[in-house]
């Protein structure tokens, strides 16, 4: 957003603010990073910047899934990084689940959060025969297998089984960025919201109004990089993610987090016989690029067929909408400090992973920004390699 002269006349420029550390990005990974500065170093002044309200974006536009990640995410790992890479992410996403546990949902009356497992589910047993890999084995990972007699009842005529992990958590994801807010509130935590940065400069960042002087700086954009620099354009990747919201009928009592792979489609139950579900993505992948939010009616039109078909309901559309993530070549996030005219770090690319990677990336972050640690733990896989 730009400001025009008119606006300016009538409104005004806004007063140059300083500050120790201005975070970009008021979504999860961006208020969790606030969050840990405050646990680190309580006596920085730290200012949280937001082109809308925080919250606005993918964070508070998912499934509310605070998970370590299915079977089949596992499996790529091991594939593609070795089992021991793939062992430390899995440590470290159970890390980070546990530190949002002990941290925030534990400590606030806010949330609404409920204890469950994750489910990665196998339609048939020819696709479960043929989803087994050499060199990966699910247990390392605290994977357990469910056959069909051990998954939940409305889906023993649907499945063959399911690899199940545990804790995890599902929640609201408002009222979990809303619970971080408040607390960062309560400790003298600047924020700005409604208010784009276009720039970084010895001065400090530039917003339509104003330039936020600033120490350093942590841009927390996610699928948005590449609107704030081309340099970003090829490592950060926006895409949509699909969303719908239905009524279901009684007596389907399915109280974990699903995935089905193959479908590529997750779903969970919510409060009163509502159902959440996202994916499909393959059905328009090339559409479902882009970093503006729209409804995909093809794919929205798979979703309802998987509620149909797959698991058998009858239902009623409550809500559609999309939001956009950032997805990186590897499929992991970029961590780490950039060359720019300001110290500045990144932190993104979660490909889907945010909520559940997010909290320990944003205390990796903040270590890096204080000190006390000089690389990411997502440097063992890719670092962050950029100049503004």
Known sequence: MTTSHWIRQKYGKSPDISTDVLIVGGGYVGLSTAYWLTELRPDLKITVLDRSLCGAGASGRNAGFLTKGSASFYKSLTQKWG????????????????????????????INYVPSSSLTLFQSEQQYVSWQTEGFD?????????????????????????????????????????????????????????????????????????????????MALNGYFPQFNAVFKEAFIPRRAQMLAVEIEEGF????????????????????????????RLLDEAGEKGDFEKISPLIQAGLENYISDQLGLKYKVINRWSGIMGFTEHELPLVGKIAAPVETFIIG???????????????????????????SFFSNFKKAEFSL
């Open 253 to 280: 009592d399915c109280p974990a987090l699903h995935y089905d792979p193959p479908e590529r489609v997750y779903w969970r139950k919510a409060q009163n016989n509502v159902l959440l579900i996202g994916g499909k």
């Open 83 to 110: 089992e021991e890479k793939a062992i430390d992410l899995y440590r470290f996403a159970e890390n980070s689940l546990e530190l949002a546990h002990q941290h925030i949902l534990k400590k606030t009356a806010d």
């Open 138 to 218: 699910p247990r390392k990972f605290n994977f357990h297998w469910n056959d069909n007699l051990r998954i939940p009842t409305p889906l023993k005529n649907k499945f063959f089984g399911a690899f199940e992990n545990s804790p995890e958590y599902k929640i609201n994801p408002i009222e979990l960025l809303s619970s971080i807010k408040n607390i960062l509130e309560t400790r003298e935590v600047t924020f700005i919201e409604s208010s784009m940065a276009f720039e970084i400069k010895a001065s400090g960042v530039q917003t339509e109004t104003t330039t936020i002087k600033a120490k350093q700086v942590v």
């Open 349 to 375: 690319g979660f490909s889907g992973h945010g909520m559940g990677l997010g909290f320990a990336s944003a205390k990796d972050v903040a270590e890096l920004v204080t000190g006390i640690r000089k690389e």
